[in-house]
Each structure stands twice: as structure tokens, then as C-alpha cells.
């Protein structure tokens, strides 16, 4: 409770944080928050061409299938980057002045969250185009989508303390990403993988089992409860351990950085 009341009275710290980090991100860009919708457009135009025509996909949903992987993933690969370098980007505050450095990575993850969930709003002309009509089922997407910052946030508290003491996790990162993106179906429909034995490669990604969620969600579908409870435990086992390992290292960190 003592911990929970101290970030409570913090809170206002932690919005400058992200507002912050959200000013950083558009400084100096003429298209700005236009950005967060134009890019992953313009990449799901691309996918769909290319992946769409060399798989054979006629199904008109798919650049609707495709958006749903690009969003979540993007937001999960620059939110997971940004809190690993966010102690040793803010070395000299940390070395001057007193501010509980769980504030740095959460405001990393949030200020992402905050424009991953703007963008989602490029989703509702998609449907449209893709002749989705509106269901109710749609109201179950923001459940995927909360699961995915406590994921996000367990991956990131992780992140965050290794990349501290050993600075290249940041480049394994990048190239384990890499992996995660063609083990996530962000692409391609994952029904051939489903039927070979490989298919422990997806059904144990808790990152895959999130985005077929929002993808259910959005196509008017009901949810997967086995994706549901298998991205639920990873999010709540990383999030616990994210915390315990940060807490326990965090007085190192000003040897560290």
C-alpha cells in the first residue's frame, strides 16, 4: 500500500513524463500525429500487395487482418526498445535529482500506448473499406489490447534493468524482435503452421495469442479464451518478475550508467 500510495502522489510526474516523451517523438516533423496514421497505411497497403498477391489472399479482409498484427506488434517493438535505453537515457537526471526510476521505463511504454491508441482510430475506415460491419464484438478488442501494455510493461521493467548492466542486450533485442515479428502471423495467415507440429510456435507466443484476440475482436468474432488465458499468465508472470528484478536492482543502476 505504502508503494501504491507514493506512485499515486507521483502520478503528476509520471504525465509530464509522457507528455514528455510524446513531444519528443513529433519534434521537428511536419506531419506529426498525422504520422501515426499515414505510416501504418501506407505499410499495410505494402504488405497486402506483396503478401496478399504472392500467397494467393483474395479474402477482402486482409488488409484489415494485416493492420491489426502491424499495430500491436509496432507497439510492443518500439515501446520494449524505448524502455531498454530509458535509465541510461536519463543518466543525468538520475545522477542530480531524486525520481523513482520505474517512472522512466512505465513513461516510455505509456506515451507509446498513448499514440498506438490513436492510431487505432485508422482501423475504422479500414473496416469500412473492408466492408466490416460494426458488432458487438468489436467492444472486446480494448481487452487484447490491455493485456498487451501489462505484457509490454513486464518485457519492458525486464528490459530496462538488463540493458543497465549489459548494454547489448539492445542489439540481441533487435534481432530477437525480429524472430518474434515472422513467429506472430503479422503477415501471413498462420492456418498451414496450425496443422503441421510447429504449431507450438504460435500457441505459446503470447504475443500471437494477443493479436489473434484483436483480430477476432475486430472481424466481428468471439474471443480465443485459451489466447486469452495464455497471454493473461505470461503478462502477469512477466509484469511480477519485470518489477521484483527492477526493485532489487535499481540502487546499482548510478554505478551502472
Aim: charged share 15%.
Amino acid at each position: 500500500m505504502e508503494h501504491l500510495k507514493a506512485f499515486w502522489k507521483r502520478r503528476g510526474l509520471l504525465w509530464e513524463l509522457v507528455k514528455k516523451g510524446v513531444k519528443l517523438k513529433y519534434r521537428k516533423s511536419y506531419l506529426g500525429i498525422l504520422w501515426s496514421f499515414l505510416e501504418p497505411l501506407l505499410t499495410t497497403i505494402v504488405l497486402t500487395v506483396v503478401f496478399g498477391t504472392l500467397l494467393g489472399r483474395g479474402d477482402e479482409k486482409f488488409p484489415l487482418y494485416v493492420l491489426c498484427g502491424k499495430l500491436l506488434y509496432s507497439f510492443y517493438s518500439v515501446s520494449t526498445k524505448s524502455a531498454a535505453k530509458s535509465i541510461r537515457a536519463n543518466a543525468s537526471m538520475i545522477t542530480k535529482v531524486y525520481v523513482p526510476k520505474y517512472l522512466y521505463p512505465l513513461s516510455s511504454i505509456l506515451y507509446n500506448y498513448v499514440i498506438t491508441s490513436i492510431s487505432l482510430l485508422v482501423l475504422i475506415p479500414l473496416c469500412i473499406y473492408c466492408k466490416q460491419p460494426p458488432s458487438l464484438h468489436m467492444l472486446y478488442a480494448f481487452v487484447p489490447f490491455a493485456l498487451l501494455f501489462i505484457l509490454t510493461y513486464g518485457s519492458g521493467m525486464i528490459l530496462a534493468t538488463i540493458s543497465v548492466f549489459f548494454r547489448d542486450m539492445e542489439y540481441i533485442w533487435d534481432v530477437l524482435m525480429m524472430l518474434l515479428m515472422y513467429c506472430s502471423a503479422i503477415m501471413y495467415t498462420p492456418d498451414r503452421i496450425m496443422k503441421s507440429g510447429f504449431s507450438w510456435i504460435l500457441k505459446y507466443n503470447p504475443l500471437y495469442c494477443i493479436i489473434m484476440n484483436f483480430r477476432y475482436a475486430m472481424m466481428g468474432e468471439p474471443l480465443s479464451m485459451e489466447y486469452f488465458l495464455m497471454a493473461l499468465a505470461y503478462g502477469i508472470g512477466l509484469s511480477v518478475l519485470g518489477t521484483y528484478i527492477f526493485y532489487k536492482k535499481q540502487d546499482d543502476f548510478i554505478l551502472a550508467i
